[in-house]
């Protein structure tokens, strides 16, 4: 295998490309286009078209910085350049900018609210109409405020998973409660929020429900429980989504 250059002799067509990209500072071409059949060099040999080719480069390409076209505008007459990508070219810039009706009014800008207050805590809000009027979940300043709203109203018959009657948890309770929240350091273990991000202890949630178990004190245990934030703890309650306990060492 001879090199084009200096006539140099090779035993492998790999090794001659490789003497004239490091000797003439040249790489000899590996690939021929699809479309035009002209010779091209590219570094991982992949490429089916050369640059003059490529259907997705140079000028070819929508968003090619040099493809814009020009134009007289319907309006006005005068000639503008514009990208044929993103519209017709009928209006100059300043035809557009100056007509009613041609650009959406300001997304920005603020529709009509009115004044009702967050029924846990009082505060004040202002929202859209539409939102005062669902006044069957009422408005809430956040999820914290409607998850706490939650658990002073939704309870016994009106709880989604209400099976009748109280259940005495024990003394048991309490004692696994405040374990499991130092085991998992004080955070929920679906979003990691700590104590000091929630402002009050975490929930601890069973996995297996209490009312699952024959004596309410078998589902106290470490193993069937899970350190969760208000907010998680009401998704899982929900079904939204599942948790299972972290394993630590």
């Known amino acids: 295998m001879e090199c084009p250059t200096c006539s140099q002799s090779f035993r492998t067509q790999q090794g001659m490309r490789q003497h004239h990209t490091k000797v003439h500072d040249d790489p000899l071409p590996n690939r021929t286009c699809e479309g035009c059949q002209t010779e091209f060099y590219d570094p991982k040999s992949r490429r089916e078209y050369c640059d003059d080719c490529n259907p997705n480069a140079g000028k070819h390409n929508g968003n090619w910085k040099d493809a814009k076209e020009r134009t007289e505008c319907t309006m006005c007459g005068t000639v503008f350049s514009y990208y044929p990508s993103n519209k017709r070219g009928d209006y100059c810039p300043d035809c ?52 706490d709203w939650l658990a002073e109203n939704v309870v016994g018959p009106d709880h989604h998973q209400w099976e009748g009657g109280q259940i005495d948890y024990g003394q048991k309770w309490w004692r696994i409660r405040r374990e499991a929240r130092r085991r998992d350091d004080y955070q929920c273990q679906q979003c990691g929020a700590s104590r000091e991000e929630l402002g009050q202890n975490p929930d601890v949630h069973h996995l297996v429900p209490v009312r699952e178990f024959d004596r309410p004190e078998e589902a106290h245990t470490l193993s069937n429980v899970i350190t969760l934030c208000r907010s998680c703890h009401r998704r899982v309650e929900e079904g939204a989504i599942t948790v299972t306990p972290r394993t630590k060492k």
């Not at 967050?118 to 999820?143: I, K, M, N, W």
């Open 96 to 147: 557009v900018e100056d007509a009613d009706g041609l650009l959406p009014e300001n997304p920005s800008e603020k529709g009509p609210r009115v004044s009702v207050d967050c029924l846990f805590c009082d505060s004040e809000l202002e929202v859209y109409p539409s939102r005062a009027d669902h006044r069957t979940r009422g408005c809430f300043c956040d999820q914290d405020c409607y998850a």
